[in-house]
């Protein structure tokens, strides 16, 4: 049987690079899908690391529709993040989603894998308004439920990033080295997601799942978590002293900030502490989200990540 072409934006990130080798690590997965590697810049390392594990590169910019319809052609499948940071422009990171869901509408894709997040201004009411890199990806979901016609879309939400606290960890006035957040110790749930290792975990078993998987909106964690016990297992595993500290802050006082992502951010933090990321209660709904994981897989622990990951301190 032929392999499907799996194209994937975002290769060479965090996502795009995950779901890639969630393929290439599994030889029953290597042997059905191909992985067509989109970057602008195929001569840059990450690239030529993916076309040394088998990818096909080809050169693609979302913000120019032709060259996404000619990156999806004749794809089976397509994984697709865009990165809001490179641009901090919702309009345009809302341009680029229709560009890949227009484009895989155009070429006959079977199954969209769209990497998205809650839209934080519904979901809260109106109460938290300014997480705009929440809202272009939830608007691009929107639009892709309303044109999709017979393509399969899924959803992926990734959760906190484990990687963001390697550099969220800083000496307080007596030196000590700590986690300040507007978060609750002991009662906020943390959404933790291994970005690099556990998100091909759920974006290719959404591939996997197929049909049952169209309209599915998944939780990208790989494990919830108070603050409290995320600093102490890591105070554990490194033996060093380390300590996290809640940051009062509310919608009026990061009102007052005054500078736009800084205020987007710190709504983010609220958006955890006051309605756990996707909505209240979520922590509890996490088999749901489980149940699309490849077959099989094992998502990562913090005490792993802990281990592992190569922390400056
Ligand atoms: P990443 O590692 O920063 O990589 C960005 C990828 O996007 C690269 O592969 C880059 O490819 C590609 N890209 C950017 N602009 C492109 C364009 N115009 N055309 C084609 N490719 C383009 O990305 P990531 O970490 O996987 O995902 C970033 C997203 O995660 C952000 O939008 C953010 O909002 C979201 N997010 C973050 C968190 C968190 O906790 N930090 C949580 C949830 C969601 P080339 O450079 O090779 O072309």
Redesign the pocket.
């Known amino acids: 049987m032929s392999q499907k072409i799996i194209t994937i934006?975002?290769?060479?990130?965090?996502?795009?690079g995950s779901t890639a080798n969630a393929i290439f690590n599994d030889s029953s997965l290597a042997s059905k899908y191909k992985v067509r590697a989109?970057?602008?810049?195929p001569s840059?390392p990450?690239?030529k690391a993916l076309a040394s594990k088998g990818a096909e590169l080809a050169q693609?910019?979302?913000?120019n529709i032709e060259s996404v319809k000619a990156a999806v052609s004749g794809a089976y499948g397509v994984f697709a993040?865009?990165?809001?940071?490179?641009t901090q422009d919702k309009q345009r990171e809302i341009q680029?989603g229709k560009n890949v869901v227009d484009a895989c509408k155009a070429e006959g894709v079977k199954h969209l894998i769209w990497?998205t997040?809650p839209h934080v201004g519904k979901l809260t009411n109106g109460e938290l308004s300014k997480v705009e890199?929440f809202e272009s990806?939830a608007e691009v979901a929107e639009y892709a439920a309303q044109v999709k016609g017979e393509m399969l879309v899924s959803y992926f939400m990734?959760?906190?990033?484990m990687q963001?606290l390697t550099k969220q960890f800083k000496p307080d006035d007596s030196g000590v080295l700590t986690l300040t957040l507007p978060w609750n110790a002991q009662n906020t749930w943390v959404p933790l997601l291994d970005?690099q290792k556990d998100t091909g975990l759920f974006t290719v078993g959404l591939l996997e799942a197929g049909s049952a998987a169209d309209g599915a909106y998944v939780h990208g964690v790989s494990e919830w978590y108070h603050p409290q016990g995320f600093v102490d297992e890591l105070a554990k595993v490194t033996g060093k002293d380390l300590k996290f500290a809640e940051e009062p802050a509310s919608v009026e006082s990061i009102a007052k900030i005054g500078n736009k992502i800084a205020e987007e951010l710190q709504e983010n933090m609220l958006l955890i502490r006051d309605w756990s990321y996707y909505g209240k209660g979520t922590e509890k709904e996490q088999a749901e989200s489980d149940k699309f994981l490849v077959p099989g897989s094992k998502k990562t622990t913090w005490k792993d990540f802990a281990e592992k990951n190569q922390w400056p301190f």
């Open positions: 934006f975002g290769a060479t990130g965090n996502q795009g989109i970057t602008r810049d840059k990450a690239a693609a910019d979302i913000d993040v865009t990165n809001y940071w490179e680029q990497s997040l890199h990806k990734p959760g906190y990033f963001n970005i």
